[in-house]
C-alpha cells in the first residue's frame, strides 16, 4: 500500500509539496477550509470584476520557472507572462510621482536626473543586490533550518561578510543616495518585511536585484492564473483536493498523528504536512502536550504586517494610475513606526493600488477600473469596522489630489477586508498577513523549524517557517519540506516507505 500524506490548506507551499511527492509515488490529499485552491492567493468575482484577493506583485520569475520545470513543464504552459512598464509608479509629498522604467538604461537615467552621480552609484548598488540574490538564492535559501551546521560550508561563511548580515538596508541605501524620493524607492521592497528598514539586515536589498533588475511582471488573466496552474499541475500528478473540509482536531497515538478530524469525520493518515498558519496547527489543533513551541514563544515573534484591503469596482476609467501605485504622499517613518513601534492604526497612511484593468481589461467591465487597495497595518490590532470607512475616503482624497480624478461617486462595488477577515479566512495569527518579521533574529535556524519535536509524522511549511513569506519563498518552502520528507523517510518508486 502507497504512504498515504495529508497535507492541510492549500496555498503555495502546500501544493508544491503535494506535487513533489506525488511525483515520487505518494498518495496525496489535500484539505482546505475553503472553497478552492490557493490559500491567500484566491480570487472572487463580483458585479463584472475579477479580484485577486492577495499577491499582486508577480517577482523572481525564475522560481516559478524552475520549479515547473522539475516536472517536464514551463509556466507559459498554464500563462503568459507580461512584463510592466513602467513596472511601478510612486507618488511622493511634493514632487512629481516617480514611475519605474522595465530598461535598466531608463532607470540609469532617471535616478541620475534626481540626483547627479546617482547613476554610478546605482550600477554599484544593483550590482551588490545581484550577488546578495544570487548566494541568497542558491545557498541560503535552500537550506532547511535545521541547525546551524547548514551554513558552516566554506563558501557560504566567506559570503557573510559580503552579504552585510549584520548592516541594515537603511544604512546600505543611505550611504549612496541622499534624495528622499530614491531613498523612499529602495527601501520600499523591504517594507512588508516586519521591522524598519533600519532593522532589516542589509543582506535584503536582494530584493533591490528582484525589483529593479529583474523586473515586475503579470501574469495575463490575474494572479490567479498562477494559483490555478499549481492546482493543474497537483491534480495531473494524482493529488486529491478537499475543499469546504477544516481540520478541528487530530488523533494521536504513540508519538504519530494517526487522522485528521473534519466535522467528526476522522480521515486516516500516515504523514502530516502541515501548510496552514503554524501556530493555528500548533496551539488550536494538537493538544497542549504536542506542541512545538509555547505560547510565551509565540507572543514574543515579532510579525510582519497585517493589512487594511479594499477591493472597488469603479465605473469609469482613471487616468493617472499605473498598474502598480505606490502612494508615499506621507511620512514614511511615521506610518513605519506606528506599524512596527507604537502598533496603532495609522494616523497618515501611506498605501498601495493595484490597478490590474490597466493591463489586463478582463478583469473589469468595459470602460471600467478594478481597484485593489492595502494599507499595511500593524497586526493585533482591535478590529474597528468604522475606521474603514474613514481610510477609504483618505484612499479617495490623495488619489484625488495626485490624478485629479475623483472617483467618489464612481464606487459600483466596495469590499473591505482586514485583521479579523485574516484570522477567520486563514487562521491567521494575530490576523498577519505577512509573516513573521525577517529580522536577524528570525532568519533561518531561528525560525520556527518543518519538522514537529515531538510527533514523529508532522511536518510545518509555509511562511511561518523557512525561507519566508511571498510567493517564491513559499514555493521554496513547499520543496523543502519535501526534500526533507524524503530523505528522512526514504520512498521507494512505487509511494512506499524503504
Known amino acids: 500500500m502507497r504512504t498515504k500524506v495529508s497535507v492541510i490548506g492549500s496555498g503555495f507551499s502546500s501544493m508544491v509539496a503535494a506535487c513533489c511527492l506525488a511525483q515520487q509515488g505518494v498518495e496525496v490529499d489535500i484539505y482546505e477550509k475553503n472553497d478552492g485552491p490557493g490559500g491567500r492567493a484566491s480570487y472572487f468575482e463580483a458585479d463584472g470584476f475579477c479580484f485577486d484577493m492577495g499577491p499582486s506583485w508577480y517577482w523572481m520569475p525564475e522560481v516559478f520557472e524552475n520549479f515547473f520545470n522539475k ?56 550590482k551588490e543586490a545581484e550577488y546578495k540574490y544570487r548566494v541568497g538564492m542558491d545557498e541560503y535559501v535552500w537550506k532547511p533550518g535545521r541547525s546551524v551546521t547548514e551554513f558552516m560550508d566554506v563558501k557560504v561563511l566567506k559570503s557573510f561578510t559580503k552579504l552585510q548580515m549584520l548592516s541594515s538596508v537603511t544604512k546600505a541605501v543611505h550611504s549612496l543616495f541622499t534624495d528622499h524620493r530614491l531613498r523612499q524607492i529602495l527601501e520600499f521592497p523591504v517594507l512588508f518585511l516586519g521591522s524598519m528598514p533600519n532593522r532589516i539586515p542589509a543582506l535584503y536589498t536582494l530584493m533591490n536585484h528582484a525589483d529593479l533588475s529583474l523586473g515586475t511582471w503579470y501574469p495575463k488573466g490575474g494572479m490567479y492564473k498562477v494559483t490555478e496552474a499549481f492546482y493543474t499541475l497537483a491534480v495531473s500528478l494524482g493529488v486529491k483536493f478537499h475543499f469546504n473540509m477544516p481540520i478541528d482536531a487530530v488523533k494521536i497515538q504513540q508519538r504519530k498523528i494517526t487522522a485528521l478530524i473534519s466535522g467528526g469525520q476522522e480521515i486516516p493518515t500516515d504523514f502530516i504536512i502541515n501548510g496552514s498558519d503554524y501556530h493555528h496547527f500548533d496551539k488550536e489543533i494538537l493538544p497542549e502536550e504536542f506542541s512545538n513551541y509555547s505560547s510565551s514563544y509565540w507572543e514574543s515573534r515579532e510579525m510582519a504586517p497585517s493589512s487594511l484591503l479594499f477591493y472597488l469596482g469603479i465605473d469609469r476609467e482613471v ?14 517613518k511615521t ?12 494616523s497618515d497612511p501611506l498605501f498601495y493600488i493595484c490597478a490590474p484593468s490597466k493591463t489586463d481589461v478582463n478583469c473589469a467591465p468595459s470602460g471600467c477600473e478594478n481597484l485593489f487597495a492595502l494599507i499595511p497595518i500593524a497586526p493585533g490590532l482591535k478590529e474597528d469596522k468604522a475606521l474603514h470607512d474613514k481610510y477609504l475616503a483618505e484612499i479617495i482624497r490623495r488619489i484625488k489630489l495626485k490624478t485629479g480624478v475623483d472617483i467618489s461617486a464612481n464606487i459600483i462595488f466596495k469590499k473591505s477586508f482586514s485583521i479579523s477577515d485574516f484570522k477567520s479566512r486563514y487562521n491567521a495569527f494575530k490576523g498577519n498577513a505577512y509573516g513573521l518579521a525577517n529580522t536577524l533574529k528570525q532568519t533561518a535556524v531561528l525560525k520556527p523549524k518543518f519538522y514537529s519535536k515531538k510527533l514523529d509524522n508532522l511536518y510545518h511549511t509555509g511562511q511561518l517557517t523557512v525561507p519566508g513569506p511571498g510567493m517564491p519563498p513559499a514555493i521554496v518552502s513547499g520543496q523543502l519540506v519535501a526534500e526533507q520528507f524524503l530523505e528522512r523517510h526514504k520512498i521507494k518508486t512505487n509511494g512506499q516507505l524503504i
Open 71 to 126: 516536472f517536464g513543464k514551463k509556466a507559459s504552459d498554464f500563462y503568459d507572462l507580461v512584463q510592466l512598464d513602467p513596472g511601478y509608479q510612486v507618488f511622493f509629498i511634493n514632487d512629481e510621482p516617480v514611475k519605474i522604467p522595465a530598461s535598466k538604461n531608463e532607470l540609469f537615467d532617471l535616478f541620475e536626473s534626481i540626483e547627479s552621480g546617482s547613476a554610478e552609484k546605482l550600477d554599484q548598488f544593483l
Open 319 to 332: 487616468p493617472g494610475l499605473e498598474h502598480h501605485n505606490l502612494f508615499f504622499d506621507s511620512d514614511f
Open 335 to 346: 506610518h513605519a513606526s506606528e506599524i512596527y513601534e507604537t502598533k496603532v492604526w495609522p
